[in-house]
């Protein structure tokens, strides 16, 4: 048969060559199923994970039922309002900021591990989204949300606002922490990313400490309705906005409850899109540690040292800047640092704004600054042996101890005395001031004494692994010995200052008081002093088993 009468191509041909087009997948149930393949599989083959994960359960949803139960007590209170709308402000917060502080709590917190896959972005926020909803998280804000409308819900008009708000305020507090989570997520997986999550126990313990001042202060000055003006501005504060819709549309005010919808709904919108832009720029933008490193800038060195340049020279200048840059990088001692320097403000400073503080709490911050000096060679964990190579006498030991204390010292120091300066402010007893004064440097000196005396007898290994796990295992009683063993140490070091003070204040020579300055300067360097001229032949003559302790982690 010839070419021409060969039988043309018909359009069924056609359509059967043309290549068949691609299926669109519905990515939410795939991201459904696979955020529950994720928990299911991260139960399997551990006991001890099941019990964690269905006594966290059973707690999460006691506690949110019992919640839930108590706001719907509330319904017809005056103060309801106030109450739920708050609580609806401080849920969003959490929302907001869990994902900065447990990044690993979540896996699918990580929208990196999805850049390689031909997925956009709308989509992808849709899906996530979904799968987002799933968890007990999810559930006990849903709890939350349900207790706090049943709150404010009068009459059909408050019924169908609270039907509408329940899912607003869940989905605008699932958005704001996948937001963060996308926006940051850089962040969350590089050291600062572990700094966060190692600090998350000291705003829990500064934030209840907070919580607990304010509710003092609460129900000291009138009640709830000392809250008003604040929820006032709160309600119209997106996804809290919701719940004061509900409000506003149980007391009749249908004009005030669409504007509080929309402001809802547009925030949302909003929120949406930022994580969608957000998705667009982690998939197209490379990761920056796959980008050469900037020159260092003009004027300064590459490495650094310009920052470091106060200290002085030698080797003690070099202790000195490795001891702080420890405190600046290390995780675990910048938590230990960040803790103490917050906890002992809070002490005296919550006391004196509750009218129950004395100038001599101030010696509780030099305490907790104090205990940093303990276990000095622990905190190198097994980099000491670097250390160890530049210790063969006695007096190499010395400067060693000597370059930490001063390095502490350089920190410490200052901080006591403004913070026994503040403390004065707050409890107007100047009259006191030199005493305090005194013997808050005398108990640093005592205990930067007993802390290098600790650190050579008493020497532990810090684990590197897990945000919480401060002592190798077997351990546990050398921290012991040597923390609480030179915490009363040092009381008794130092009790000749406190005796002192307290025999001019029960004998009222208040106006010789001010010699327990110049004595508790003057008793506190000789005994850090004599605290490292014991410890030095110890750290010299037991090196290799401290060297041994400090790398067992």
Request: hydrophobic share 55%.
């Amino acid at each position: 048969m010839s070419a021409a009468s060969a039988p043309a191509p018909t359009a069924g041909h056609a359509a059967a060559a043309a290549p068949a087009a691609a299926p669109v997948v519905n990515l939410t149930p795939v991201f459904v199923r696979l955020k529950l393949s994720l928990i299911r599989n991260g139960l399997k083959g551990s006991s001890k994970r099941k019990a964690a994960y269905f006594t966290s359960l059973a707690l999460s949803l006691a506690v949110a039922c019992l919640a839930m139960l108590g706001l719907a007590v509330l319904h017809g209170n005056a103060h309801a309002g106030t109450v739920v709308v708050l609580l609806a402000a401080i849920l969003a917060l959490g929302w907001s900021f869990m994902p900065l502080f447990f990044p690993s709590g979540d896996e699918t917190l990580d929208p990196s591990r999805l850049v390689m896959l031909p997925l956009r972005p709308r989509p992808l926020v849709r899906a996530l989204l979904a799968s987002s909803l799933v968890g007990i998280g999810p559930l006990f804000t849903l709890c939350l949300a349900v207790g706090s409308v049943v709150a404010v819900a009068r009459g059909a008009a408050g019924i169908v606002a609270a039907v509408v708000a329940v899912p607003l305020l869940v989905l605008g507090c699932v958005a704001l922490a996948r937001s963060v989570a996308t926006a940051n997520v850089r962040l969350l997986s590089s050291r600062k990313g572990r700094d966060l999550a190692v600090l998350s126990g000291l705003v829990i313990a500064v934030g209840a400490q907070l919580a607990n001042f304010a509710s003092q202060r609460l129900f000291q000055s009138g009640g709830l309705a000392q809250l008003e003006p604040a929820e006032a501005v709160v309600r119209w504060l997106p996804p809290a906005s919701a719940v004061g819709m509900v409000d506003s549309a149980s007391e009749g005010a249908y004009g005030v409850a669409a504007g509080q919808l929309a402001v809802t709904v547009l925030a949302l919108m909003l929120l949406l899109r930022f994580w969608e832009r957000s998705l667009t720029s982690l998939m197209v933008t490379p990761d920056g540690s796959t980008i050469a490193a900037a020159k260092p800038a003009a004027g300064k060195s590459a490495g650094g040292t310009d920052a470091w340049g106060f200290l002085p020279g030698g080797r003690a200048g070099a202790v000195m800047q490795r001891t702080l840059r420890y405190v600046v990088r290390d995780p675990k001692t910048k938590s230990a640092w960040v803790t103490a320097l917050a906890v002992g403000v809070i002490v005296p400073v919550f006391n004196a704004l509750q009218g129950t503080g004395s100038l001599y709490l101030a010696c509780f911050g030099a305490g907790m600054l104090g205990i940093q000096m303990y276990n000095q060679f622990g905190q190198d964990t097994s980099a000491f042996w670097m250390v160890a190579q530049t210790i063969s006498t006695p007096r190499e030991a010395f400067e060693e101890l000597r370059a930490r204390a001063y390095a502490l010292a350089l920190v410490t120091v200052p901080y006591t005395v403004v913070l026994t300066t503040v403390t004065a402010l707050l409890v107007h007893d100047w009259r006191a001031y030199p005493a305090a004064l005194g013997v808050a440097l005398a108990l640093l000196g005592s205990m930067l004494c007993t802390g290098a005396l600790a650190s050579a007898r008493f020497p532990y290994s810090i684990p590197t692994d897990g945000a919480f796990k401060n002592v190798a295992p077997g351990q546990a009683g050398l921290a012991w010995a040597g923390i609480f063993g030179g915490m009363l140490t040092s009381a008794v070091i130092c009790s000749p200052v406190i005796a002192l003070t307290i025999f001019l204040n029960v004998t009222d020579q208040q106006s010789l008081t001010w010699i327990v300055l110049p004595l508790g300067v003057v008793w506190g360097t000789f005994a850090a002093w004599a605290g490292l001229r014991l410890a030095a032949p110890t750290v010299a003559r037991t090196l290799p088993e401290i060297l041994v302790a400090v790398s067992k982690g």
